[in-house]
């Protein structure tokens, strides 16, 4: 009886943190691509909504406040913050020819892509930094995508900014 007891208590608890890690799911498992967002509801998430309460913020490198740039310095590295009005985990997806440099947050296939989760020690926060650099191509946009959800069985959340590139 105890040993039934206990393999319900563990079972309990890996099934607990796979649904409070989903954004790592998304990006590891389930993303056709390292810029696709959720185009349809997922187990028990709900269809994506464009998110207009989001907020996409792009820094120089070491920094996270004061007036963000409005254009990107082509192969010049960035804080991308982004914030929210509540407390969320997210992935960010910052675009073709971009790469993340924020670590503890770097998706392993994706290295445009970063995931706040609880699996890689994130806890819900009203913000996040992913640092990165941006993509060469000069004259072109640096797409960044942010996927997100209120809780674990609410709508995909997702918001979007687009950054011109420059010779800088």
């Given at each position: 009886m105890a040993q039934s007891v206990a393999l319900c208590v563990v079972l309990a608890l890996a099934l607990a943190g796979s649904a409070a890690a989903y954004p790592i799911y998304w990006a590891d498992e389930y993303a056709?691509?390292?810029?696709?967002?959720?185009?349809?509801?997922?187990?028990?998430?709900?269809?994506?909504?464009?998110?207009?309460?989001?907020?996409?913020?792009?820094?120089?490198?070491?920094?996270?406040?004061?007036?963000?740039?409005?254009k990107a310095c082509a192969g010049k590295a960035y804080n991308v913050m982004v914030t929210f009005p509540d407390r969320r985990l997210a992935y960010v997806a910052l675009g073709a020819g971009s790469r993340v440099t924020t670590s503890a947050a770097?998706?392993?296939?994706?290295?445009?892509?970063?995931?706040?989760?609880?699996?890689?020690?994130?806890?819900?926060s009203s913000r996040f930094t992913a640092?990165?650099?941006?993509?060469?191509?000069?004259?072109?946009?640096?797409?960044?995508?942010?996927?997100?959800?209120?809780?674990g069985c609410a709508p995909f959340m997702v918001a979007s900014a687009s950054i011109d590139i420059a010779k800088c």
């Open positions: 056709p691509t390292c810029f696709a967002v959720p185009k349809a509801g997922k187990d028990c998430h709900k269809a994506p909504q464009t998110d207009r309460t989001t907020g996409i913020m792009l820094y120089p490198a070491g920094q996270s406040s004061g007036k963000p740039v409005a770097a998706v392993k296939r994706c290295a445009n892509s970063a995931v706040f989760s609880t699996s890689n020690g994130f806890k819900p640092s990165g650099v941006a993509p060469m191509a000069v004259g072109s946009k640096w797409q960044v995508q942010v996927v997100s959800a209120t809780g």
